[in-house]
């Protein structure tokens, strides 16, 4: 990356004054090329005038006396110049009268015309091939014996143009060589300041170390001031850093301080709520075992009223023995660790219903187990929770001459499990929702339906446990459905 | 003047058709001649002004084979500035005023003296009679296949004060430098 930016910006630079000098020199030398064709193409047209003019003068007497042998050979000078295509001499009445003709490698190149036209001009013309014809009347003591026609080729402007296309190649290439060195040591006054501070930023950047500053660079004044302004920006970002750092710092300490007292105060509460079942369940047990004690021994000598008041207290001893042990059980499902296993879960929800069928005989309950799938869970955990929400689909239920409880997996997600059990109970109302899942919440009276009120909470306890989560759908009269969701392990 | 030069182009035009056309007719090789005679003049420079007459004669010594080409051929035309015209004479004393006398064949019998009457006027002398140049003439038509040449004798044209242009020798046949009878 370094690299790459000092390659850059300094080729950069480096092509810049390349194109600059490399532009103004090619401009230069073009226009002083043309300029030079140009006289050196009027040069050649004064010379051929000149040479038209000599080889008239020295023709005169053999046109005048009709002596083409001797013209020709004064024409035949003209072959010591190579770029001289033809030349030929007219008579006066503008008929060809001698001709020179340059021979080349493909023979005689130049085509005459046989006539001209007669005028007192001097003329010159481009021709096609391309060159330049002058055309020269031959004038002698007032009288004009013919005209002289001279034609030459481009030979010596092309080669010329050559020379000078040369010579211009040779000058560029120096030029752009120099340019290019020069360019070299004058980019590092701006290129190397340039990525010294690039390659400062980037160190910043990936470090995140906002306590280093920019040191000086040598480039010049906006470079001072881009250096200031940068190290001012790094002051502002590492005061900011840090201020945001401490509070973040203070915040997590008081996260963790509550946390910690949170957690402390839980589990005083727990050990507080266990030690107190506990130590409830030792008189409670002298309740009850006194109170048959006394149901022997003075029973039978009880008057009716005595005896009711007996069995009543014995009913509640035992309930409250029941809440106690609940309350332990409770307890310990929020202690005990978990021990994940794959479970199928249909054979869970069989074993469940014959348990819960057990307890109540002679109920005509109709079970719609639906195909369910395996999951991971702590099963004894899990069993429990099933049982809990069967139970309580049977006993909601009771009322019904025919209870329908179905049983049953939705969709196919692959994040997470979700079994529900549905009754055509009592229901409830959506209302009191959220006391459904509490401990000793209940909604109905133990007068209708006996239970502690710990069953709900235990389900709840169990599914967080596993990292799931329960909710429930329900209507009164109209019955009620549990969901329970548990994450799906990706092992299985 | 334009009438010459159209003449003598003419016969270069012949020239170069080839030798086909190689019996000319009489009055070419005269009308040819004619302008020859004109042209002469203008190749030749005399070192002394034998007179200071504003035309420029041009003299048929004898009898005269030219006619009227003659004629055409000056006709218009300039030397120096001077008019050209033509002049008839009978006899060398005539001679004064003539640049140029053309000294006809009915003259070789006494050409010695006619040459010599000539000598005082300082004239250009021409003329077709052979061996012309040889006997102290200056220029000899010589024919020479279908064209019309000229041999010159540079000697005699001293003795008369005069002299020919380089031009002139260099399309001549031959250059002679002979004084007869030295």
Known sequence: MPLRARRSIGRKLTVMNMLVSGAALLLACASFIAY?????????????????????????SALTFDDPAAAETTLSTLQADPNLVSAALYGADGRLFAAYRRASGLGVEARLPETIAVDDETRQSWSNDPGIIVMRPILFQGTRPGTVRLRSDLGALRDRLMRFVLIVVIVLAGSLVAAFLISRVAQRSIAAPMVELAKFSEQVARDRDYSVRAPAVDGGPEFEMFTSAFNDMLTEIEYRDVSLRASRDELEERVQQRTAELTSVNQELEAFSYSVSHDLRAPLRHVSGFVSLLNAHAGPSLDAQSQRYLTTIAQASARMGQLIDDLLAFSRMSRSTLTKQSIDLGVLVREAQAEVMGHTPGRDIEWKIHPLPEIAADRPMLRLAVVNLLSNAVKYSSTRSHACIEIGAIGDDRLETVMFVADNGVGFDMQYLHKLFGVFQRLHRVEEFDGTGIGLANVRRIIQRHGGRVWAEGEVDKGATFYFALPRERTL | MAAVTRVAALAGMFVLAGASLSAQPKTSEYSVKAAYLVNFGRFAQWTSTPNADDTYQICVLGRDPFGALLDKAVAGGTIDGRKVVVRRITQAKDAPGCRIVYVSDSEEAQLARTLAGLGPSHVLTVSDMPEFTRRGGMIQFVADADRVR???????????GLSFSAELLKVAVAVRRIRPGA
């Open chain 1, 36 to 60: 030079d064709l140009i006289s050196f193409r009027s040069l050649i047209v004064n010379n051929l005038t000149i040479r038209s003019s000599v080889i008239g003068a020295n023709s005169v």
């Open chain 2, 150 to 160: 000229f041999e010159v004798n540079t000697a005699s044209a001293e003795d008369a």
